[in-house]
């Protein structure tokens, strides 16, 4: 089975753009959380989809935003970038059975505000 | 909402030798706790989880112990070797939530 995809790899704006991220869940899952990690904050979640429904939320301003489709595919959208949003973005996806909350992650977008 | 403190952030170690690693937690809900080994430049990879009705559980040379009642969990790796080397976290979560919260993590060095 193909694990998480994510693309693109890399990114590079500058301030006052905007950018979409795209993730591809392993195939069947149907749940894709979020994240962003920088060195000083670490990793901290962004917001989780299930069934093209935003389920959580964190503590990001409404910048962040996001979506599901009905393929289980999530985009993420950050608008009018900032220097502090350069970060890898991972986003990880959890199986319909068994241990629902076990997340497996894709390999991230690097994006670099300029 | 949930905070999960990790120690120590460096941890260098013979090989052979064992590791361990700590976390706690403050949200008494939380009942789902997973360890993450991330090498550089790669995605977090799943190497062991626990839940709140297991009190320890062991793959091969990783073993994680939890105390709900003190609200802390750790990674212990035995025999450590070179490919150890890597940043673990550690992440606690309410069951079914997948919102992880994450520790500051721990660069791990096995020296050869």
């Known amino acids: 089975k193909a694990g998480v995809t994510q693309t693109p790899r890399y990114l590079i704006k500058t301030r006052g753009q905007q950018v979409t991220l795209s993730c591809s869940p392993i195939s069947g899952h149907r749940s894709v959380s979020w994240y962003q990690q920088t060195p000083g904050q670490g990793l901290q979640f962004l917001f989780e989809y299930f069934s093209e429904t935003q389920r959580n939320k964190g503590n990001f301003p409404g910048r962040f935003s996001g979506r599901q489709f009905s393929n289980s595919r999530s985009e993420m959208n950050v608008s009018t970038l900032e220097l502090g949003d350069s970060a890898l973005y991972l986003c990880?996806?959890?199986?319909?059975?068994?241990?629902?909350?076990?997340?497996?992650f894709g390999p991230g977008t690097r994006l670099t505000v300029l | 909402g949930e905070n999960v403190e990790q120690h120590p952030s460096t941890l260098s170690v013979q090989e052979g030798d064992s590791a361990v690693i700590k976390c706690t937690y403050s949200?008494?809900?939380?009942?789902?706790f997973p360890w993450y080994k991330q090498e550089l430049g790669k995605r977090p990879q799943l190497i062991i989880d626990?839940?709140?009705?297991?009190g320890e559980k062991k793959d091969q040379r990783i073993a994680v112990t939890l105390n709900k009642t003190a609200k802390h969990f750790s990674l212990h790796i035995t025999e450590t070797q070179p490919e150890d080397s890597a940043v673990y976290f550690c992440a606690a979560s309410r069951a079914g939530a997948n919102n992880l919260f994450f520790g500051t993590g721990t660069r791990l060095t096995v020296i050869p």
């Open positions: 990880a996806s959890s199986p319909p059975r068994g241990p629902a909350d076990t997340q497996y």
């Open positions: 626990i839940r709140s009705n297991v």
């Open positions: 949200d008494s809900a939380s009942n789902y």
